[in-house]
């Protein structure tokens, strides 16, 4: 939360909490190590080891991308203001920051509905797998998750301006409303026709504890992400604290949570950053 002063910002931390500055910083520090510690291992395995080329891959590589960005762009400065009492930000990056959330939520949207499509072809038509997500076709997937997040999200940072930010407040909830509840929709229908698909099968118990991780994930950032998107828009009788550390965990530690419950529980995943294990070991 900040206040505005001509080209700068001055950010103010969370009301009512300063005295617990330090106690907030050590937890996002950790957050943020764990996120970035987590995401470089899944891209480090999938960059070096060649089998790990399937469609899902792909997406979880674009998925740890996307959390890197969002975790950096947001937890730096975060830290500068808790622990070094720095609370001014340029106009300028102020924008850039403003910019990097609003896409990076929305690319992280897009990409858990495409993961969700990916398990729905993988395990609903799975002779037509490679088919269906080609090569090209993830290409032409992750390049269309990227414009849909310049096309709407980019009118939110137009609340730096000096005019009337209510308009453009509208035009940012309207749009990340448009974006969670197609996502969203989308992502319920494909989870619940791969239940439908696998109910009685022997795989049956697998497929459940899968998309029960994935779903409570996917509550964990979307439910805090569009509470918070409309308490700031609408106002509440919510406690600005809770407010602004409502904000602060939905960008933060899904980040850390994805390459666990995604990647880390991916058979392959494991297997590669084993095999590079004991690789450097044998070397050793």
């Known amino acids: ?17 300063e005295a617990f500055s330090t ?33 899902i891959h792909c997406f979880l590589a674009m998925l740890a991308v996307v959390d890197v960005v969002m975790v950096t762009s947001i937890v730096p400065k975060m830290l500068c203001v808790f622990w070094l009492n720095s609370t001014e930000i340029g106009g300028t990056a102020c924008f850039v920051q403003m910019f990097l959330v609003h896409s ?36 032409h997937i992750g390049l269309a998750i990227v414009l849909r997040a310049q096309l709407f999200m980019h ?15 509208l035009y940012s909830v309207a749009g990340s409303s448009l974006i969670v509840g197609i996502d969203v929709a989308f992502i319920a229908v494909s989870y619940g ?8 099968k022997r795989s ?10 994935h779903i409570c994930v996917m509550l964990l ?22 407010e602004v550390l409502l904000a602060d965990l939905y960008l933060t530690f899904p980040t850390m949570l994805n390459p666990i419950i995604y990647s880390m529980r991916t058979k392959q995943i494991r297997g590669a950053l084993l095999k590079m294990l004991f690789s450097r070991k044998a070397q050793a």
């Open 193 to 200: 026709t791969i239940l439908n698909t696998v109910l009685g």
């Open 23 to 55: 106690c907030l910083g050590i937890l996002f520090c950790s957050a943020y190590v764990i996120a970035l510690l987590g995401n470089g291992v899944v891209l480090l395995a999938i960059g070096l080891d060649k089998s790990l080329r399937e469609p």
């Open 204 to 213: 049956c118990w697998k497929a459940l504890s899968t998309c029960g991780c």
């Open 155 to 169: 009118m939110a940072v137009a609340k730096l301006a000096c005019a009337d930010p209510r308009p453009s407040g």
């Open 221 to 242: 950032y979307y439910i805090p992400g569009i509470v918070s998107i409309y308490v700031q828009q609408f106002g509440s009788t919510m406690p600005v604290p809770a």
């Open 104 to 139: 990076t939520t929305s690319e992280e949207s897009g990409v858990l509905l495409a993961m969700a499509v990916d398990r729905y072809v993988a395990i609903c038509h799975p002779l037509r797998y490679r088919a269906i997500l080609s090569h090209q076709t993830i290409a």
């Open 1 to 17: 939360i900040g206040s505005f002063d001509s080209s700068s910002f001055i950010l103010v931390g969370v009301p009512s909490l």
